[in-house]
């Protein structure tokens, strides 16, 4: 019987060690500056499961890794337009059959 618990606890914490992480790219519009590329990331960067945050103010790209579990794009994008810009998430591109 400890032995299962032990198996248990161990299976529960190599989950949590080791989330479903999902990387996505966000077309992100209106941004002119530094300070709006830090206000895009802080914003994000506040919601519980996102891991890394990486805006490029030249291409308008937001790179965000998140737990796809505690975190969706949905939510990502409703944070960048807390931070007063227009987001979306960015096509993926085709596979060449």
């Given at each position: 019987m400890?032995?299962?618990a032990l198996l248990l606890v161990a299976g529960a914490l190599m989950g949590a060690a080791n989330p479903k992480l999902k990387t996505e790219k966000f077309e992100i519009t209106g941004m002119t500056c530094t300070s709006c590329v830090e206000k895009v990331t802080q914003s994000v960067s506040k919601r519980a499961g996102?891991?890394?945050?990486?805006?490029?103010?030249?291409?308008?790209?937001?790179t965000i890794t998140y737990e796809a579990g505690k975190v969706d794009a949905a939510r990502i994008i409703a944070s960048i337009k807390e931070a007063g810009f227009?987001?979306?998430?960015?096509?993926?591109?085709a596979k060449a059959t």
């Amino acid at each position: 019987m400890k032995k299962l618990a032990l198996l248990l606890v161990a299976g529960a914490l190599m989950g949590a060690a080791n989330p479903k992480l999902k990387t996505e790219k966000f077309e992100i519009t209106g941004m002119t500056c530094t300070s709006c590329v830090e206000k895009v990331t802080q914003s994000v960067s506040k919601r519980a499961g996102v891991r890394t945050v990486n805006v490029d103010l030249e291409s308008g790209v937001g790179t965000i890794t998140y737990e796809a579990g505690k975190v969706d794009a949905a939510r990502i994008i409703a944070s960048i337009k807390e931070a007063g810009f227009k987001a979306k998430a960015k096509a993926k591109a085709a596979k060449a059959t």
